[in-house]
């Protein structure tokens, strides 16, 4: 992996004497829920993958998460986020000079939009990762379900309003 590729938070855990890194993660299923937690097991390759609940209600709680269920996994600093600030969503909103990879904007099936760079973007597998437009988001990177997005934009053709 290069050095500007996908640092993440990551919580380091001990499970039978075998250190593991965990990621936060804030899962946006298809149907419109959210579920909060860490994952240890995420592969983009694999069809599910486990969570466990960091939410009030079910905390500690472990899901199998099929990712034909995913709207897209957003990898965060924080679980909590930030509610006073207000995320950057464009191109024109931060100075783009220190970006490194192709620009891409994406409209999923529920009308969100997210501008970012993805580093391997392909219209040919299930998704992609997309590093999200605004250094300051509590979003380090999102994967994408491919079959969650009406239109992706790349390019010039994403920098355009």
């Not at 938070?9 to 804030?26: A, Q, S």
């Not at 930030?82 to 891409?104: A, C, P, Q």
């Not at 409209?107 to 437009?133: A, Q, T, W």
Request: hydrophobic share 35%; with cysteine; aromatic share 8%.
């Amino acid at each position: 992996m290069a050095d500007n590729e996908y640092h993440l938070p990551k919580e380091v855990c001990m499970m039978d004497g075998v250190t593991t890194e965990r990621n936060r993660i804030v899962a946006h299923l298809k149907d419109g829920r959210l579920l909060k937690g860490y994952t240890h097991d995420f592969n983009p390759v694999k069809e599910t993958f486990h969570m466990t609940s960091e939410l009030d209600h079910d905390k500690g709680k472990i899901y199998e998460i099929a990712c034909s269920d995913l709207k897209a996994i957003f990898f965060v600093k924080t679980l909590t986020g930030n509610v006073n600030y207000k995320e950057k969503k464009r191109f024109d909103e931060v100075d783009t000079s220190n970006l490194r990879g192709i620009k891409i904007k994406v409209e999923f099936n529920d009308g969100e939009v997210m501008c970012g760079i993805s580093l391997g973007y392909s219209k040919n597998r299930k998704g992609f990762f997309i590093i999200p437009v605004d250094p300051q988001s509590n979003n380090e990177r999102v994967y994408v379900i491919a079959s969650s997005v009406r239109s992706v934009k790349l390019g010039s053709a994403a920098v355009a309003q």
